[in-house]
């Protein structure tokens, strides 16, 4: 245990050889943690998030060297700029699609993260650094396919429609009510076809228990006048 307590201490100090081991860990963690979003062909990838995990572990780097060096200021300060700053990146890949589909939030929380395991590599919390470093690869990658079934099984449901005109809506509203499902939400929106002369509403759907969401769509897809459903 002796030369682990004296490596540790080693790797604790600002030298070339710490230097270039966290940078070289950030590397490393940063571009795990990216390529898992570039597979799904994510806005932000595999570069991306090696460049802000190595950033955030050099501003941890030069402001332990600061501190060292001149022996003033805070340790943390540099690092706070990090946190507060990379929601600004994380902000870019949030997008709202035509049909107000919000896509991104996974991308942007990963970012924030990513930085996070940076700051850790900076300062010499490695231990940290590398469960935290695993434990959110486990989140954005093996945990999809349970978001997923969540999200399909819930009571609430957020629909996409399109009608030929208002009075098959009125028609639809009354089937929604046949089949004991509430209507909490409705929005008048447009079309995504620009020569389309028929309506488009957004929906939030209520169930008395929980249903597949792929068996809902289907019998709302049998409903009269309904050209085009899409769950958000």
């Known amino acids: 245990m002796q030369w682990y307590e004296t490596m540790t201490a080693y790797l604790g100090e600002i030298n070339a050889v710490s230097t270039f081991v966290r940078l070289a860990l950030a590397l490393i963690c940063g571009g795990a943690l990216g390529m898992e979003r570039g597979k799904k062909n994510r806005p932000a990838g595999f570069r991306t998030?090696?460049?802000?995990?190595?950033?955030?572990t050099l501003v941890m780097l030069t402001n332990q060297y600061i501190c060292d060096m001149y022996g003033t200021g805070d340790p943390a300060r540099l690092g706070a700029q990090v946190i507060s700053g990379i929601g600004f990146l994380g902000a870019g890949t949030i997008i709202v699609t035509g049909r107000n589909r919000v896509k991104g939030l996974t991308t942007a929380a990963g970012l924030w993260a990513d930085a996070c395991v940076g700051l850790a590599i900076g300062i010499g919390f490695y231990s940290a650094a590398i469960i935290g470093c695993v434990m959110i690869f486990v989140v954005m990658s093996w945990l999809h396919r349970m978001d997923n079934w969540m999200l399909a099984n819930t009571k609430v449901m957020d629909l996409y429609m399109e009608f030929e005109k208002m009075s098959d809506f009125g028609t639809f509203m009354s089937y929604?009510?046949?089949?004991?499902?509430?209507?909490?939400?409705?929005?008048?929106?447009?079309?995504?076809?620009?020569?389309?002369?028929?309506?488009?509403?957004?929906?939030?759907?209520?169930?008395?228990k929980k249903r597949p969401h792929a068996e809902i769509i289907q019998l709302l897809s049998l409903a009269e006048g309904v050209r085009y459903i899409e769950e958000l």
């Open 176 to 208: 929604l009510k046949e089949h004991g499902i509430k209507v909490t939400e409705v929005e008048m929106t447009k079309s995504n076809n620009a020569e389309d002369i028929g309506i488009a509403v957004l929906l939030t759907l209520k169930l008395e």
């Open 49 to 56: 998030y090696m460049l802000v995990c190595v950033g955030a």
